[in-house]
């Protein structure tokens, strides 16, 4: 019990001698673990047909994308503990080599099994490298001089998000399939270099023990919410003995976890946190935001291929404007701050802009041409780019130093959760309206059309009543993620007005 208690601050936390500015290089080095953490999320998906065609196992073919979704949701707060008791700088070169040790094998795998395996220990590493990077930033600058650091953040998550399907389209046509894993490795190493030979800080070491019994309720409540996401709605109904069992798992794990937390003496993820209201305000914002960016853009392509009648490349192409949107607006917000601008005002307006920007998603219909479908995107961006950026920003002024692994991955967990339910939640009403539509126009036949795995080019090779019928079904589908997408965007506008500007650490005063 001696050994729990008997935990002292990190040197970085208690010195007041604060470590040495970073260099623009090893700003960059911690920036390219973001991306090897959020472009592998998405750069896998537009190759899973080649990957199912060369190794088999096409009913197996979803758990390559839920096995990394799941290992990373489950390690990110695990790392940021680590960081915080035994060194971030340690913590957040091992998640990288991690990371590459499991990309080099998902690229030598020789059937899916091996491939599965292989993402779930690929999935390990990478849920240390946002976090990594979030907390070594909020080391080695304070949260005013951290903004446009973090508003690089910010620039790097869409651009990876939605032009990971780009690249690993381009990877697999070109090359092979197994270059979607091998090119994370020449990165990676840039990133290993850079952060090992350009981070200085005063080792940071604790006396005390991971929580075990809190890491395996967290690890048994996000497995059940993470099982809840991919299967209800498609493999089981939603009021099915399965999903309900996994929800009550979810939430029977998730209570006695906030019972541990508040007993051990290094919880995984501090209560205390959540005793500051701008704190707990900003994970609402995190999850419900993430929840919202990545519903709209994974079911915007469906619209693209299947009613524009455009390639996976050229839907990936119109949704620039809505990266175009979170990028300016996260890189304005970085600036403004940095110069000592007010943050509040920001989330605001973006949860009523994300709003009208879903709700402008209405207007979209067969007829609509591609262009205009794609501008009306960027107002979506410029909302949820609005609401990202306070976001981090008030996670790490809201933290204490011993406290920043813990509090940027609880904000990574957060948002990946959130997605993860979004994408579930959303895409059940997204088939449900679809399904309901074409059986509508087409009868029985219909079923079977929305049952089966049809493609855009399988589309315009059937009769021109059910290309019709099934791109009225894409357009309600799409209508009914747009209202979803609006109801969470309205939740954020609400939440917001929560925030108090507290000056932000570092920051001159005015």
Excluded at 249 to 268: M, N
Aim: with cysteine; charged share 10%; net charge neutral.
């Amino acid at each position: 019990m001696k050994q729990l208690t008997d935990a002292k601050q990190p040197d970085s936390a208690t010195t007041d001698e604060p470590p040495a500015p970073p260099s623009r290089l090893v700003i960059l080095g911690l920036l390219l673990g973001i991306v090897l953490a959020t472009l592998d999320g998405t750069i896998v998906g537009t190759a899973l047909p080649t990957i199912v065609g060369d190794l088999g196992g096409l009913d197996q073919l979803s758990w390559v994308l839920t096995a990394y979704l799941l290992t990373m949701a489950v390690s990110t707060p695990i790392w940021g503990k680590v960081g915080d008791l035994y060194g971030r700088k340690g913590s957040y070169l091992g998640a990288i080599s991690l990371f590459l040790v499991g990309s080099v094998l998902c690229g030598l795998a020789q059937d899916m099994g091996q491939l599965i395996a292989f993402r779930a220990l690929q999935g390990i590493g990478a849920g240390g490298l946002f976090v990594g990077a979030l907390s070594l930033i909020g080391t080695l600058l304070a949260p005013a001089e951290a903004g446009r650091a973090q508003a690089l953040i910010g620039v790097l998550l869409p651009a990876a998000t939605i032009g990971g399907p780009l690249l690993g389209g381009f990877l697999t046509d070109q090359w092979d399939w197994r270059w979607v894993f091998y090119v994370n490795v020449p990165v990676g190493a840039v990133a290993l270099a850079l952060i090992g030979f350009g981070v200085r800080l005063r080792a940071e070491r604790r006396k005390a023990r991971i929580d075990l019994a809190g890491v395996g309720l967290l690890t048994a409540a996000i497995l059940a919410l993470t099982l809840l996401a991919t299967w209800a709605g498609t493999t089981y109904a939603w009021t099915s003995p399965q999903i309900i069992a996994l929800g009550l798992v979810s939430a029977a794990s998730l209570a006695a976890f906030v019972r541990v937390e508040r007993r051990v003496a290094e919880p995984v993820i501090p209560p205390r946190l959540f005793r500051d209201r701008n704190f707990t305000v900003a994970q609402i914002l995190s999850f419900v935001t993430g929840a919202a960016m990545l519903a709209a853009a994974s079911y915007l392509p469906q619209y693209m291929q299947f009613v524009q009648g455009l390639s996976s490349t050229q839907s990936g192409l119109l949704l620039v404007p809505l990266m175009l949107g979170m990028i300016a607006s996260q890189l304005v917000i970085g600036r403004r701050v940095g110069e000592g601008g007010r943050y509040r005002g920001y989330p605001i307006a973006g949860g009523a802009l994300a709003t009208a920007g879903a709700l402008a998603l209405l207007t979209l219909g067969t007829g609509t041409s591609a262009a205009l479908a794609s501008g009306l995107t960027f107002v979506l961006g410029v909302g949820i780019g609005c609401l990202m950026q306070p976001t981090m920003l008030i996670t790490m002024n809201s933290a204490e130093p011993r406290d920043m692994g813990a509090a940027s991955g609880t904000l990574t967990l957060l948002r990946t959760i959130g997605g993860s339910l979004g994408i579930a939640v959303l895409g059940s009403v997204y088939t449900n309206r679809l399904a309901a539509t074409v059986t509508d126009h087409l009868g029985a036949d219909g079923q079977q059309l929305t049952g089966g795995e049809l493609t855009p080019a399988l589309l315009h090779d059937l009769p021109e009543p059910v290309q019709d019928a099934f791109r009225s079904g894409v357009v309600d589908g799409l209508h009914g993620v747009a209202l979803g997408t609006a109801a969470l965007c309205a939740v954020t506008f609400g939440v917001a007005w929560l925030i108090r500007e507290v000056p932000l650490r570092g920051a001159e005063p005015s």
